[in-house]
Every structure is written in structure tokens, then in C-alpha cells.
């Protein structure tokens, strides 16, 4: 995949997850993302191939490797 198809998912999945926090799965339609993204519905399509594939995107962002391993651990339990 070329930096410039990485950046095109980076920027779709960014507008994704923004537009999926304001609306909500439901009500956030590929092309809403496509228009926030400023590309057309099809480039969407072609990289993510459907909504639900795309909402999973945004859900790897998540991941370890992103925001995961920049936080703190979480307190210890305390032990009684």
C-alpha cells in the first residue's frame, strides 16, 4: 500500500471516528464520512469495502499499538 493510500484510511478512519461519536453507529452513513473526509463515497468503498468494516477500523485505532500504550496502567487493587 502506497503513503498516500495509508494517509487516505488514516484521514477516512479519523472522520469516521469523529462522526461516529457526534451520531452514533446508526444514524452516521459512508457517505457523511466520505464528505467529512472531503473524498468521494467510492474511494470509502474501496478502502473499507463497507460501514461495519470501517467502524472495525476505528476500533483498531483503540488498539495497544495506538492508544492503548500510551496510557498509565490503571491503579493496583487494593488488597484487604
Known sequence: MSSKDTELKRNLVSAALEL??????????????ADYAGVSHGSVRYHFGSKQSLYNATLDFFSKDNIGSHCPPPYPQHRR
Open 20 to 33: 461516529f461519536s457526534e451520531q452514533g453507529y446508526k444514524d452516521t452513513s459512508l457517505r457523511q464520512i
